[in-house]
């Protein structure tokens, strides 16, 4: 229903700059995909796939678009129970590729659904927190968000699809945290976090520099999770510290609550037990990707050579770049999984620094557009929800650009629209298809 | 949005941490793509891009008349590409084909390939094909994609060993030099490098720029395209002051004389330039060019003949040190050349006999017969006449005891022998070593290079020149980069009634004395003869001489040394004599015939020294 007011004032149904830098991502994106993959075996393959993605995705794109967001809201237990149908139904029938059963064959293409998992985990949260908005600050409420959570996780890790649950765990986060959640409560989600990646990080770089052994500290803590014993201690140790400092807080009438230190030392406790977890669980490539992370020149032969070759082809591209279709870092084969998550080495150096630059910019521009949705919206559902596709932008952006410039490590994630990839493309047209719905359905006068 | 229940400016505050991600990473971008383009554009090439060195020609070397001594020919090397070609049946196949068409070591052949397959590397397979084997195996590479011929440029001496102690060799680089070479881009790994002689000398110069083949390759090796042919550049071109004929005519003599063995060295007394220049043994210098395998065979086999006989073989002078004997006794003023001496055959000087080499004796002898004769008891009187101190002086006047300066390594400058050396070893000085030291024999030791040296001081007035060979060098694109001036070193001032009486009587030499074998119609010969005693072994023979034509200055001066040779006169001056022919041949163009030889062949062995009689 279309308001039109006194002034004459039409309102806009459709963001046209939104709209204008996905088509640009989307132009540049296919350009480098399609230099990228000239010299594959499966060339014929990946450019039909994505001339059918591109369609398809501006299909869905419209379609979401015309369909009134709040529907979502509506219906929310259907869309959170097909959503874990779904996750768990690829278990079941999907096929294996590259170690993880994450695809649904279909006889045409392939659809992976972890994909649109996280469209409609962003939908169901939005909803919940919506709801709770006003037991916010309560940690009850974060609890539940994160309960809510868990099944997805759980099946994410089943297939198994680590890279999903990197992106999606930020997500909420930002969610909680845009939906007013209380600091100290994210603060404690983020520090046990934190903690949880610190331990690993700290162990891999004992590991990678054995000289540090010699001191009898460090002996000591690298030989933490060994026993049961030794982790007691741990245990025990930390809460004598936490007791300690409440106690000295309390001589020096500090008036700070008990809760605190308490739950400082259940933090660091929790995180510790988490990293242990996580290490143990940690298959070998991704310790390799850690170490390479931490010191790229320790094997510029194996894990370290995708990071270096990303950065000989940006490096090599200058300011102009070398032409598109004529790259010889990524043409050749220097470049691994060019089409998919180093796509941003394909730009650099057959697009140069303008290329690169060009992404950048729009997709600061998609993202400020996506905030200006938000700010825009009519109800709090479509906020939060604008507030998590915001988040999964920045999280894409981040980690894609970061791991290409040597900011943070390898991990398998491609970058949306610009990347080969159906699912995620037309995934990633439907969650900006919501955000115009939502743009579409906003308060005429603001 | 209006809802109270949300704080808004959360949202702008992750905007504003958004905001300063975005400017790290295009600082980082900057970092990379801007200012270190260049840095990561050089790996970038180098991951893609694999060379084929071809080496370039070197420069030729030719002596003054444009006779070709070290020239390059077309060589065939099969290279093969891994990659096109995955190792295994297929490669097996081609490896037998391939070793059917050469006639090599099937295995090893196999092993090459496989090598290059696992190191994704090419390879040569074989080098310096043979034209009759490039038929068949262009036919192969029709069949196996793999493989491929190029041409480069490979080392020729046209005339096998002939100079080749002045021309030297090339060959393989061994570890350490290879070390020094390896930031030079114009050499690779199995460049190969000069190693002795003119070839290590002006390596810079002879050695062109490189041409290659780059190739693109893939990540995994395997070729591409191919990218440029880049054409070599050849060297420098090395015009010798060698003159072709006269050096043939020094090899054949040397080597047919009786034991093959010495040195003969030619030069322009009017300014040094060396005409020929032979040491024997020698060697061919074509069998260090073709592989390392070869050398490695000849080295273990027998030592290499590298030992510069011309330069660093000190022999005792024997009678052709008399010329140096002859202008000390002149100079000092102790005696007139007219003076005459009487020789029975032999000298008593007190203590001990001294022989004459003619044991009939030569009656009365003044200065130029004693010469002409060589007399030893002649010498034995002047010399004690002038003193040992005087004839020390003059010998290093002739430049004894120092390297001429030629520019070649390890030049060795002989031995003064005198009351000075002997003084300064702390020993005492005999009468007998006088005897000794006036006929050239005791410690006086002289390189053929000196007495050639010394001979051409006597023709041109007492100039020492600093010999070179080099006349000038000639880049490919025509301009003279290096030409050679005469550098006079040091003079030896005797007065012109010296230099006449010496030269009288070195003429005498030839006209009707010792050296009468070298005897040259239409020229005026000068020569002395010398037959140096070798406790060791059989007398070395020596024989210097210049000629003259039409009284013009000298053109050419020469000195022979026949190791082992027994006479000078018979072994050395016959060498000499074609030397100067040759070099005069234009000079010389109505030929006459040779006088028949008369006369006594040569001196004999005078004295043992320390031995009694």
């Not at chain 1, 591109?54 to 929310?76: C, E, K, R, T």
Request: aromatic content about 12%; hydrophobic content about 45%; some cysteine.
């Amino acid at each position: 229903m279309i308001f039109t007011p006194q002034g004459g004032l039409k309102k806009n149904r459709m963001d046209w700059v939104l709209f204008f830098a996905v088509l640009v991502l989307l132009a540049i994106g296919t350009a480098a995909v399609f230099s990228s993959v000239t010299a594959l075996p499966q060339q014929a393959r990946i450019i039909r796939v994505q001339f059918m993605a591109i369609p398809i995705g501006l299909a869905v794109f419209a379609a979401a678009w015309s369909l009134n967001y709040q529907i979502y809201q509506d219906q929310w237990k259907f869309v959170y129970g097909f959503l874990l149908l779904f996750l768990a139904g690829v278990l079941l029938f999907g096929v294996v590729d590259k170690g993880a059963r994450s695809w649904y064959r279909l006889p045409i293409f392939s659809v992976q659904p972890s994909e649109f998992a996280r469209v409609g985990l962003i939908l169901v949260l939005a909803n919940f927190l919506d709801k709770r908005i006003g037991k916010i600050r309560e940690l009850k409420t974060v609890l539940g968000a994160f309960a809510l959570c868990l099944p997805v996780f759980f099946l994410l890790i089943k297939q198994p699809d680590f890279s999903a649950i990197l992106i999606n765990f930020p997500i909420v986060l930002l969610m909680l945290f845009a939906a007013g959640a209380s600091l100290f409560h994210l603060s404690i989600i983020l520090g046990y976090a934190f903690i949880s990646a610190l331990f690993p990080i700290l162990w891999t770089i004992i590991v990678l520099n054995p000289e540090l052994m010699d001191s009898s500290l460090i002996s000591y803590f690298f030989h933490l999770s060994d026993s049961p014993w030794s982790a007691l201690f741990f245990v025990a140790g930390m809460s004598v510290v936490a007791w300690l400092f409440w106690q000295l807080s309390v001589r020096l009438y500090a008036n700070v609550s008990g809760v605190y230190f308490a739950g400082a030392a259940l933090v660091l406790i929790l995180g510790f037990f988490s990293g242990v977890v996580v290490k143990s669980q940690m298959k070998e490539y991704q310790q390799k990707r850690l170490e390479v992370f931490l010191s790229p020149e320790s094997d510029p032969r194996g894990a370290g050579y995708n990071l270096l070759q990303a950065r000989i082809a940006i490096g090599s591209g200058g300011i102009f770049g070398r032409g598109v279709f004529s790259g010889t870092q990524s043409r050749l084969g220097f470049v691994p999984e060019r089409h998919t998550d180093f796509i941003l080495a394909v730009v650099g150096e057959e697009m140069g620094f303008w290329g690169m630059l060009l992404v950048a910019l729009m997709y600061a521009v998609l993202m400020r557009r996506v905030m200006q949705c938000a700010r825009l919206a009519r109800d709090r559902f479509g906020y939060l929800v604008n507030c998590g596709i915001f988040g999964m932008f920045l999280v894409y952006f981040g980690i894609n650009f970061g791991m290409i410039l040597g900011f943070s490590p390898v991990a398998g994630v491609p970058l949306p629209l610009l990347s080969y990839g159906g699912s995620n493309l037309v995934a990633t047209l439907m969650a900006l298809g919501i955000v115009e719905s939502i743009y579409a359905r906003r308060y005429a006068l603001v | 949005m209006i809802d109270r229940q949300i704080p808004q400016d959360r949202l702008d505050l992750v905007w504003t941490l958004s905001y300063g991600l975005l400017l790290l990473f295009l600082l980082r971008l900057i970092n990379l793509q801007v200012l270190n383009t260049a840095h990561y554009r050089e790996i970038a090439e180098k991951n893609r891009t694999q060379i084929i060195a071809q080496s370039a020609p070197r420069g030729r070397i030719f002596s003054s008349d444009e006779t070709a001594i070290a020239t390059s020919k077309p060589s065939f090397s099969l290279i093969y590409f891994p990659g096109q070609l995955k190792a295994g049946v297929e490669t097996d196949r081609m490896a037998m084909a391939i070793s059917r068409q050469l006639g090599a070591d099937y295995e090893s052949i196999k092993g090459s390939i496989s090598r290059a397959a696992l190191r994704e590397k090419p390879v040569r397979l074989a080098e310096n094909l043979p034209p009759k084997a490039m038929l068949k195996l262009s036919e192969l590479k029709a069949i196996y994609p793999g493989i491929d011929i190029i041409v480069e440029a490979r080392r020729y001496y046209p005339f096998g060993a002939y100079l080749s102690h002045l021309v030297g060799y090339i060959g393989k680089m061994d570890t350490k030099e290879w070390a020094s070479r390896s930031m030079d881009k114009n050499y690779s790994m199995d460049s190969r490098t000069g190693k002795a002689g003119l070839e290590k000398m002006y390596e810079r110069e002879l050695k062109g720029k490189d041409g290659g083949i780059f190739l693109e390759v893939d990540s995994r090796g395997r070729l591409n395209r191919v990218l440029e042919s880049r054409k070599w550049a050849p060297g420098s071109d090395i015009f010798l002051t060698i003159d072709s004929k006269a050096q043939a005519a020094a090899e054949e003599g040397l080597e047919k004389s009786l034991t093959g063995k010495g040195a003969v060295v030619a030069l322009d007394p009017r300014t040094g330039a060396v005409l020929a220049f032979v040491s024997m043994p020698d060697y061919d210098p074509n069998q260090f060019v073709l592989s390392g395998s070869e050398k490695d065979k000849i080295s273990s086999g027998k030592t290499l003949p590298e030992f510069n006989v011309a330069l660093q073989g000190s022999y005792p002078p024997g009678s052709i040190f008399k010329i140096i004997t002859g202008a000390a006794i002149l100079e000092s003023g102790r005696l007139k050349p007219e003076e005459t001496f009487f020789c029975p055959g032999y000298y008593d000087a007190g203590s001990r006999v001294f022989k004459c080499w003619e044991k009939k004796g030569h009656n009365k002898v003044d200065f130029i017969t004693g010469l002409t004769k060589s007399c030893d008891v002649y010498f034995y009187n002047a010399g004690q006449r002038a003193g040992a101190l005087t004839i020390e002086k003059y010998s290093r006047a002739f430049r004894l005891g120092q390297p001429s300066g030629i520019a070649l390594p390890e030049e060795k400058g002989g031995n003064v022998f005198g009351p000075g050396p002997r003084a300064a070893k702390k020993s005492y000085w005999f009468i007998g070593d006088t005897l000794n030291l006036s006929i050239g024999q005791g410690e006086t030791l002289m390189t053929p290079m000196q007495a050639v040296g010394m001979i051409a001081a006597v023709a041109n007035g007492g100039l020492f020149h600093r010999p070179y060979y080099v006349d000038r060098i000639v880049r490919n694109d025509g301009q003279v980069t290096l030409k050679s001036k005469p550098e006079i070193l040091s003079r030896a001032e005797l007065k012109e009634t010296t230099w006449t009486l010496i030269r009288d009587g070195l003429h005498n030499v030839v006209f009707e004395g010792t050296g009468q074998m070298a005897k040259i119609t239409g020229a005026e010969m000068f020569g002395k003869t010398g037959t140096a005693q070798n406790p060791q072994g059989k007398d070395h023979a020596w024989f210097v001489a210049y000629a003259t034509v039409n009284g013009q200055p000298s053109r050419v001066a020469v000195a022979v040394l026949v190791e082992h040779g027994l006479h000078g006169a018979s072994a050395a001056a016959p060498i000499a004599k074609a030397v100067i022919e040759a070099v005069l041949r234009e000079d010389l163009a109505v030929k006459k015939p040779e006088l028949p030889f008369v006369g006594p062949p040569a001196e004999a062995p005078a004295v043992k020294p320390g031995a009694r009689v």
